[in-house]
T-cell receptor
């Protein structure tokens, strides 16, 4: 199993550009989520999905879109990048949305918006 | 809203000393609590998961305790080594994970 994979590892964008951060898992997990990590702060939840076709907002959803068309993939879209979106982005997955299982994290994507 | 706090923010100890890392959370209605390790520039590695019905969980030199009623968890690392130097994060799971800001540990050789 590759686990949770994320691409790209690094990305530099200019203000106003759009891009998609990719996340995939090969563990047949129902629950997937996106977090951002900023210096001095814990990880904050952006969006999550409890299964294909179902998504919901987390703590900091503004400026980001998600969709979940398959169990394996959960891409995160930045519609119009802003410097405040400079961060490290982590994708995570878990077997179910019931909350009793541990979550597995991808290696992260470092995004810089200039 | 779940608030998770980790104290201290940073810790420096000589090799061989035992480490005690603290995590507190405001809402005791959690499914579980998870401890992670993060090396600089890297992702999160899961260390221990304690279910809400458990009091502690052990893995090698690591032991984590959970006291839901007081909203506290403690991670103990016995006989620390320079390789234990990293940032340790705790996360309370009440359907969604809420993270603390982490404790950065330096173990001096």
């Amino acid at each position: 199993n590759a686990g949770v994979t994320q691409t790209p590892k690094f990305q530099v964008l200019k203000t106003g550009q759009s891009m998609t951060l990719q996340c995939a898992q090969d563990m047949n997990h129902e629950y997937m989520s996106w977090y951002r990590q900023d210096p001095g702060m814990g990880l904050r939840l952006i969006h999550y999905s409890v299964g294909a076709g179902i998504t919901d907002q987390g703590e900091v959803p503004n400026g980001y879109n998600v969709s979940r068309s398959t169990t394996e993939d959960f891409p995160l879209r930045l519609l119009s990048a802003a410097p405040s979106q400079t961060s490290v982005y982590f994708c995570a997955s878990s077997p179910t949305s019931g909350g009793t299982y541990e979550q597995y994290f991808g290696p992260g994507t470092r995004l810089t918006v200039t | 809203k779940q608030e998770v706090t980790q104290i201290p923010a940073a810790l420096s100890v000589p090799e061989g000393e035992n480490l005690v890392l603290n995590c507190s959370f405001t809402d005791s209605a959690i499914y579980n609590l998870q401890w992670f390790r993060q090396d600089p520039g890297k992702g999160l590695t899961s260390l221990l998961l304690i279910q809400s019905s458990q009091r502690e969980q052990t893995s090698g030199r690591l032991n984590a305790s959970l006291d839901k009623s007081s909203g506290r968890s403690t991670l103990y690392i016995a006989a620390s080594q320079p390789g234990d130097s990293a940032t340790y994060l705790c996360a309370a799971n009440d359907y969604k994970l809420s993270f603390g800001a982490g404790t950065t540990v330096t173990v001096r050789a």
